[in-house]
């Protein structure tokens, strides 16, 4: 019994079916932003999906909620090793975006206010599996942690789930975002360890 705390409680960390491998499980919320935090408020937000051709498709602050908001309890997990486990989120699926948007292009550039991108193929960020999402534990989103409105896509490291979303480009192929051009991995699947490439 003492040997089985020694290995699996306190100070070591909690193990757990759920921590992908080479993570360890904090309670509180690390703050990661590479260059300064925006200044976004919610009545100046406004997030566009660029399509073929140029063609842009916006939503306000009142337009995204209309689409309709989920909750979704869920962990997430960060490239420097650091997951936290079944954390509350309220937001706006993905797919409810991109039922207005007719596109042939596969891939995806996020932007960011501030002018942070990340890199998907957009099947990761339909079927349920990707939301704008606007409050964290029970709270708006505080600038720090991308407020008003961040991406979160949780089955891929958190360096994708890019805080203060603007927009998405839809592009023909995949292409390197920041950290991707810095040596972070393309696609980012925690469960294979697609850390660094
Ligand atoms: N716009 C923007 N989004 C970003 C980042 C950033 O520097 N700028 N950092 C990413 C990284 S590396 C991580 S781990 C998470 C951190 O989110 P948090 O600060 O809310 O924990 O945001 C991601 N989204
Ligand atoms: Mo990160």
Same mark, same amino acid.
């Given at each position: 019994m003492g040997v089985v705390n020694r290995a699996f409680g306190g100070r070591r960390g909690r193990s757990d079916s759920r921590l992908p491998p080479g993570q360890t499980i904090v309670d509180d919320w690390p703050? *990661?932003?590479a260059g300064p935090t925006p200044d976004v408020g919610a009545h100046e937000? /406004?997030?566009t999906i660029?399509?073929?051709g140029g063609l842009e498709h916006r939503w306000d602050w009142s337009e995204l909620h209309a689409l309709g908001v989920e909750d979704v309890v869920t962990d997430v997990h960060c490239v420097t090793h650091w997951s936290r486990l079944d954390m509350p989120w309220r937001g706006v699926p993905v797919d409810l975006l991109f039922e207005d948007v007719e596109t042939g @292009?596969? @891939?995806v550039m996020v932007r960011s206010y501030g002018g942070y991108t990340t890199? $998907? #193929? *957009?099947?990761d960020l339909l079927d349920g599996k990707a939301w704008i999402a606007t409050?964290?534990? &029970? /709270? #708006? *989103?505080t600038p720090e942690h991308g407020g008003p409105a961040r $991406? $979160?896509?949780p089955h891929l490291y958190f360096w994708k789930s890019a805080k203060w979303l603007? &927009?998405?480009?839809?592009?023909p192929s995949d292409e390197p975002g920041f950290w991707e051009q810095n040596g972070y991995h393309l696609r980012g699947d925690p469960w294979l360890e697609e850390r660094y490439w």
């Open positions: 703050v *990661l932003t937000w /406004s997030f660029t399509t073929e @292009y596969d @891939y890199n $998907l #193929p *957009l099947e409050e964290a534990e &029970g /709270s #708006p *989103l $991406l $979160l896509v603007r &927009g998405m480009q839809m592009m």
